[in-house]
């Protein structure tokens, strides 16, 4: 049976597990293991910020649960209706309201930027509406705009002026994907332009309204949001009031707040024609390269693309200070997960247990993320056990997702937490099953320096630029940077 590794490693590690205090649950399945999701979820249950899920199957909620505060200060449980900020999650919103307009005639995909602002300047001929929402573009990023010494948050206006004052793009349209927040934000003026209404009126007219998304909206700079979960910043045991940030105020990337259960209108909306035909939404779900669209792994408008096994999984995640998120959706086994927070969001922490969910409600028809069971194992019984148990899953790929790079985040996640007894073995099981690979060495060498070790760093840090390739450059520099300070 397909899963029974999986049933038999977490019916040990979850013996004396017990349901987390200051929950709030919507419905609940009788099937559930809801001791396993708990478990997913437990550093958002007590006095701590908060993370509202949702599972949907066959059109309905197979599972929703609330975890920890939406205002931490006030004690304010979250629910099921609470308002996240849902950050580049986003996307898809601004995506589908392109697509709203493509529908009505107002607007084409190939419709390029100088036709509808004639100021723009002259590489914008070159722009396609398509490029931007499959991030094609090479526009260059927003932050660069913002002022030294300016207190004003930046809106979806002020990337477009700032835009204009530019004469060049990343590289040339259409030859390579970059994402791009930059380009979402012009996205939205190209909205407010061809619509003639403001971004948040558009959004309410054509997707909110329609869809009784009552608890979704833009934020527009003081507007009272109810039932809004304040955005914090956690690190170790501090939690900190941290809710906006210069850049936060963009719309068009990020500025939906929304709700589980207002998301679960959205994922039902995408499977029929209530905003548009089928037939005009399909094109989003696609990867699109230099020769337009394809059946390969990339972006489509607003979704990430992927497949496994031929199967088409569509997720994103969003980012944003104080807030992080994380959706999967795969249409053919009419399955959707969402997961809302109102904490900095941490590595892959949250697409980890979206796609454990995932497997979860598909009796492990997907993969189980191995670093859910690796942390588990890790926290009960210490390093060593935790190495033998990757040791039996790694070869389980029928079972479990793993890679270098999952591995090589798995141990900067205990870095980060300042756990490097746990981290260092990590590594070097790292650079034993990978050892062409930079991760391994890498992460020895931010270890041994921490720990003073400077031979052992230094080697390690030659190790890395010796095994780095173009795109690790950044860890090839930083090395060399490494070396050269250590050896004064």
């Known amino acids: ?50 993370a509202s899920i949702i599972v949907i199957k066959e059109g309905e909620i197979e599972f929703a649960k609330s975890y920890g505060y939406a ?75 913002i002022e030294e010494g300016s207190t004003q948050q930046m809106l979806d206006k002020d990337v477009l002026q700032g835009l204009l004052k530019t004469d060049s793009t990343y590289f040339p349209p259409n030859t390579k994907y970059a994402y791009s927040n930059t380009g979402y934000a012009v996205l939205a003026q190209v909205i407010e332009k061809v619509s003639g209404s403001s971004f948040a009126d558009f959004m309410e007219k054509e997707i909110f309204q329609p869809l009784e998304m009552t608890h979704s909206t833009i934020l527009e700079g003081d507007k009272h949001i109810k039932n809004r979960a304040y955005g914090y910043i956690v690190k170790d045991t501090l939690i900190t009031a941290k809710d906006q940030s ?105 697409p980890n247990r979206a796609k454990a969910l ?33 040791n039996k899953i790694k070869t389980d790929t029928l079972n479990y997702s793993i890679s270098e790079g999952a591995l090589f985040n798995f141990g ?27 991760g391994g060495y890498y992460g020895s060498a931010i270890i041994y320096q921490k720990e003073n070790n400077i031979e052992k760093a230094v080697e390690y840090y030659r190790k890395t630029i010796e095994h780095s390739i173009e795109k690790q450059k950044w860890a090839s520099d930083h090395s060399q940077k490494m070396i050269e300070e250590l050896l004064e």
């Open 1 to 50: 049976m397909k899963n029974i590794p999986f049933i038999v490693i977490f019916s040990i590690l979850f013996l004396g597990c017990t349901s987390p205090k200051n929950s709030s649950e919507h419905k609940t399945t009788s099937n559930v293991d809801i001791e396993f999701i708990d478990y997913l979820f437990k550093e958002y249950s007590g006095n701590t910020p908060s």
């Open 71 to 145: 205002h931490v200060e006030n004690k304010i449980q979250a629910t099921p209706k609470t308002n996240y900020r849902i950050a580049s999650v986003t996307k898809q919103f601004t995506a589908t309201a392109i697509m709203i307009l493509v529908h009505q005639g107002k607007l084409a995909y190939e419709t390029k930027l100088t036709d509808i602002f004639p100021e723009f300047p002259k590489y914008g001929k070159n722009i396609s509406i398509r490029q931007l929402l499959t991030h094609r573009s090479g526009l260059v990023r927003y932050n660069r705009f």
């Open 246 to 350: 210069m850049t936060s105020a963009i719309q068009g990337d990020g500025g939906v707040y929304s709700s589980i259960l207002d998301y679960y209108k959205w994922d039902k909306a995408l499977y029929t024609d209530q905003l548009i035909p089928q037939a005009a939404l399909d094109p989003a779900f696609y990867n699109y390269d230099e020769n337009g669209k394809s059946n390969k792994n990339g972006y489509g408008y607003g979704w990430s693309v992927n497949y496994y096994k031929g199967t088409k999984i569509l997720q994103h995640g969003g980012s944003s200070t104080g807030f992080g998120s994380h959706v999967i959706r795969i249409p053919s086994e009419n399955i959707s997960v969402a997961i809302f927070t109102n904490r900095n969001k941490r590595g892959q922490e949250l």
């Open 358 to 390: 995932i497997s979860h409600f598909t009796n492990g028809k997907f993969q189980m993320p191995f670093e859910i069971v690796l942390e588990k194992e890790i926290a009960t019984h210490g390093i060593n056990k935790g190495i033998q148990v990757y």
């Open 412 to 438: 900067i996640s205990y870095i980060n937490a300042n756990k490097n007894k746990e981290a260092l073995p990590l590594f070097s099981a790292l650079e034993s099953d990978y050892p062409d690979y930079f």
